[in-house]
């Protein structure tokens, strides 16, 4: 939602610090916020600023020739000169091009193959584009759905991965000797009985988040997949002991076992614990007297259970701690995103 502008004369004495403020965050938390935009355009050093006016739409005429690529990003996602911005020199600028659906007829040929992808993001041109030689463009190609039973047999494996995504020729992919492509045929749900045994522990997780064969693969060797398993909140009271701490984390988001991974030796799990407690709006002797049947100590299963008090607004459920202690985990493998969307990286 794009911000009321407001000119430097009529801001308050606050507001006005923060334009002429030397810390280029609060100027960028100005210019979000629509204060003395007519001010702060004035000093085309100031690239970020400007990348912010640019995305509330202010000032578009006056930056679409700014030296800066991101500044000129972020002029073309308004929509703005297209015309001039599909021959820009960086491909990211021409990538915000095809996106907007202009000129596709001409950056079907862009030497970018992001550009060329984002062109069959779009749709057009897919009968020419199934016989580029970037891979990148083909699994594009593939995510529309076009050329599938072409591209199943295509000599990358991200272009088949793609085409597993669609749910087509699964019966084949499920042999594919790569790992993502079978992974990906996991997702789909389809032959789990058989890539329940897959050699990968990727394919393996794939399979735990169908929520299949759970009892068989809590005893995996690779925490990975018991980690999936304890967040579908199957064998709690097993894995709650589990060696790796990662799975005692997802135990703990789960809900089960918080008296006893209170003290656990990895900051991790405890934290995990005090996430889950703070969501609940409980203290740890108030959870424990309201789930014995989730404690993992003898001695407080012992309990009777009391009464639980209904606290909806802080109260999360099950699901909502399980994807919130996938979300965390997941953190540590998470890359950077820059400005230039990333193609796929193969693996070697």
Same mark, same amino acid.
């Given at each position: 939602?794009?911000?009321?502008?407001?000119?430097?004369?009529?801001?308050?004495?606050?507001?006005?610090?923060?334009?002429?403020?030397?810390?280029?965050?609060?100027?960028?938390?100005?210019?979000?916020?629509?204060?003395?935009?007519?001010?702060?355009?004035?000093?085309?050093?100031?690239?970020?600023?400007?990348?912010?006016?640019?995305?509330?739409?202010y000032?578009?005429?006056?930056?679409?020739?700014?030296?800066?690529?991101?500044?000129?990003?972020? *002029?073309?996602?308004?929509?703005?000169?297209? !015309?001039?911005?599909?021959?820009?020199?960086?491909?990211? *600028?021409?990538?915000?091009?095809?996106?907007?659906?202009?000129?596709?007829?001409?950056?079907?040929? %862009?030497?970018?193959?992001?550009?060329?992808?984002? #062109?069959?993001?779009?749709?057009?041109? =897919?009968?020419?584009?199934?016989?580029?030689?970037?891979?990148?463009?083909?699994?594009?190609? +593939?995510?529309?759905?076009?050329?599938?039973?072409?591209?199943?047999? %295509?000599?990358?494996?991200? #272009?088949?991965?793609a085409?597993?995504?669609?749910?087509?020729?699964?019966?084949?992919?499920?042999?594919?000797p790569?790992?993502?492509?079978?992974?990906?045929?996991?997702?789909?749900?389809?032959?789990?009985?058989?890539?329940?045994?897959?050699?990968?522990?990727?394919?393996?997780c794939?399979?735990?988040?169908?929520?299949?064969?759970?009892?068989?693969?809590?005893?995996?060797?690779?925490?990975?997949?018991?980690?999936?398993?304890?967040?579908?909140?199957?064998? =709690?009271?097993?894995?709650?002991?589990?060696?790796?701490?990662?799975?005692?984390?997802?135990?703990?988001y789960?809900?089960?076992?918080?008296?006893?991974?209170?003290t !656990?030796?990895?900051?991790?799990?405890?934290?995990?614990?005090?996430?889950?407690?703070?969501?609940?709006?409980?203290?740890?002797?108030?959870?424990?007297?309201?789930?014995? !049947?989730?404690?993992?100590?003898?001695?407080?299963?012992?309990?009777?259970? +009391?009464?639980?008090?209904?606290?909806?607004?802080?109260?999360?459920?099950?699901?909502?701690l399980a994807?919130?202690?996938?979300?965390? +985990?997941?953190?540590?493998?998470?890359?950077?995103?820059?400005?230039?969307?990333?193609?796929?990286?193969?693996?070697?």
């Amino acid at each position: 939602m794009m911000a009321d502008f407001i000119p430097y004369a009529e801001l308050t004495p606050e507001q006005k610090a923060m334009v002429d403020s030397t810390n280029r965050r609060d100027r960028c938390f100005a210019a979000i916020n629509g204060y003395g935009f007519d001010k702060l355009i004035d000093n085309q050093d100031d690239w970020l600023v400007l990348t912010e006016l640019a995305k509330q739409g202010y000032g578009l005429d006056r930056l679409l020739d700014h030296p800066v690529a991101e500044v000129r990003l972020s *002029v073309a996602r308004q929509g703005y000169a297209l !015309d001039k911005f599909i021959n820009d020199e960086k491909a990211a *600028v021409r990538y915000a091009v095809a996106q907007q659906g202009y000129g596709l007829d001409k950056l079907i040929n %862009d030497s970018s193959r992001i550009v060329r992808g984002a #062109v069959a993001c779009q749709g057009y041109g =897919l009968d020419k584009l199934i016989n580029d030689p970037d891979f990148h463009v083909r699994s594009c190609v +593939a995510r529309q759905g076009f050329g599938l039973d072409k591209l199943v047999e %295509d000599p990358d494996p991200w #272009v088949r991965q793609a085409v597993a995504e669609q749910g087509f020729g699964l019966e084949k992919l499920i042999d594919d000797p790569e790992p993502d492509v079978r992974r990906s045929v996991a997702n789909q749900g389809y032959g789990l009985e058989k890539l329940v045994a897959d050699p990968d522990a990727d394919v393996r997780c794939a399979v735990a988040e169908q929520d299949y064969a759970l009892d068989k693969l809590i005893n995996d060797p690779y925490w990975e997949v018991r980690w999936e398993v304890a967040l579908h909140g199957y064998g =709690l009271d097993r894995l709650v002991d589990d060696e790796s701490w990662t799975v005692r984390a997802a135990v703990a988001y789960s809900g089960y076992g918080l008296d006893k991974l209170a003290t !656990d030796p990895h900051g991790e799990v405890r934290e995990a614990v005090d996430e889950a407690l703070w969501d609940n709006d409980l203290t740890l002797e108030e959870w424990t007297a309201q789930n014995p !049947d989730k404690c993992a100590l003898p001695e407080n299963r012992l309990h009777h259970k +009391a009464p639980k008090q209904e606290k909806p607004e802080r109260a999360r459920s099950l699901e909502e701690l399980a994807a919130r202690g996938r979300e965390k +985990a997941e953190e540590h493998n998470r890359n950077l995103q820059g400005f230039l969307p990333k193609p796929e990286v193969r693996k070697r």
